[in-house]
């Protein structure tokens, strides 16, 4: 067989295989396709919080289906809501029974966060529920910079439940209450007065409160039934609940995290997740109520007490004063510690000005004495 005709020949069985490619790429296609049409075929009526979505009108039902197809194409979304509603949803069901409230309004927790706790908007809302700052304190919560209860599941999910039945309340309508919940409840009064109606659907709002209440209903729809919809998690694939146990901590001064971690006989991170509330490195003066692992509140309160006094004797005998022309990042380099852990130990900012004769903690086993000898008239002891 010459060259030509053998070249002639590989071309031809490349466009034969690049043809059965091509079809079945075809078929795929129409297969992916015709699920995700399948997947806007509903049986009616549908209903959220028990009030009814008027999908006779044809403007509301492309409004569902738009919020379904959007969710549906981002499956690996989905697929991490479904994971985490067996860790979240027990206890939301629980407040909401509690409160006497729609069991759909957990939906609104996915809608608002994927269940995510420490998901936070450019506006200012934070947690699982989206709270604003002020909306938090005015449920109860405390929100500054050293305690967010917001991002604590189980402190704002009453707090949330609260507000939503504040809304209904006020609105005498759960899409409508929701809305609210998007928007504000101030901007919304405003625009069914203005509008002269008070039917969320037929509403014009802000693009993104249009679409706030399908998007809650196409997650419930899905939750309710994934495999419908192409989602066959095992019962092994969901998230378990993180067990722990609860401590009271009283602090009387700033408090170390990494004090309460080895009290617990844990790590730093363990107890900065089972805490997301607690921002930085210390407990500011106070009493406290924190999450350990479940054996770590035995004897927790005397291992506790005896770290904080040895951590309290380190300290004092681990103190730098200030000299004239020093600088935080001199003392650093001093030191040969990072300027980081010199900003943690001593609980300051890196544009803080210091002083001479000025006490900064250095503490024991961070210096390096081969690099830098530690010279003994460097160090106070405040004993």
């Known amino acids: 067989m010459t060259i030509f005709r053998r070249l002639k020949l590989w071309v031809c069985l490349c466009l034969v295989a690049a043809c059965g490619l091509t079809a079945t790429l075809v078929k795929a296609q129409e297969s992916d396709t015709g699920h995700l049409l399948r997947s806007l075929r509903w049986e009616q009526p549908l209903e959220l919080c028990g009030e009814a979505v008027p999908l006779d009108h044809r403007q509301v039902a492309e409004r569902l289906e738009k919020e379904m197809l959007v969710s549906l194409g981002s499956r690996h979304q989905v697929i991490l809501w479904l994971k985490r509603t067996s860790r979240y949803f027990p206890f939301i069901e629980e407040v909401l029974e509690k409160n006497g409230l729609p069991e759909d309004l957990k939906y609104l927790a996915i809608a608002e966060s994927a269940l995510r706790r ?95 209440v399908f998007r809650i209903l196409a997650i419930k729809l899905i939750v309710q039934a994934p495999l419908q919809y192409g989602f066959a998690l095992a019962a092994d694939d969901y998230y378990a609940p993180v067990p722990f146990a609860t401590v009271q901590v009283n602090a009387f001064a700033e408090l170390p995290l990494r004090l309460i971690a080895q009290a617990s006989g844990t790590d730093f991170k363990a107890i900065k997740d089972l805490n997301p509330q607690v921002r930085g490195y210390y407990l500011a003066a106070g009493s406290y109520r924190l999450n350990v692992p479940p054996d770590g509140g035995y004897g927790f309160q005397q291992r506790l007490a005896d770290l904080v006094a040895t951590d309290t004797r380190v300290r004092s005998q681990s103190m730098y004063r200030v000299k004239e022309g020093d600088s935080l990042s001199g003392i650093a380099d001093k030191f040969n510690v990072p300027l980081a852990a010199l900003l943690i130990w001593n609980r300051i900012r890196i544009d803080t000005v210091i002083h001479p004769g000025q006490q900064l903690v250095i503490l024991p086993g961070s210096v390096n004495t081969e690099k830098t000898p530690k010279r003994p008239e460097e160090l106070v002891t405040n004993d």
């Open 118 to 212: 420490h998901a936070g908007s450019r506006k200012g809302a934070m947690g699982i529920w989206q709270l604003m700052p002020q909306t938090a304190r005015k449920y109860g919560l405390t929100v500054n910079d050293r305690i967010d209860e917001r991002r604590s599941f189980f402190q704002s999910t009453p707090a949330a439940a609260s507000y939503l039945k504040e809304l209904y309340d006020r609105f005498d309508s759960w899409s409508l209450a929701l809305a609210a919940y998007n928007m504000g409840e101030e901007g919304l009064a405003a625009q069914i007065l203005e509008q002269g109606l008070s039917d969320y659907y037929r509403l014009y709002l802000s693009l993104e409160t249009q679409r706030f």
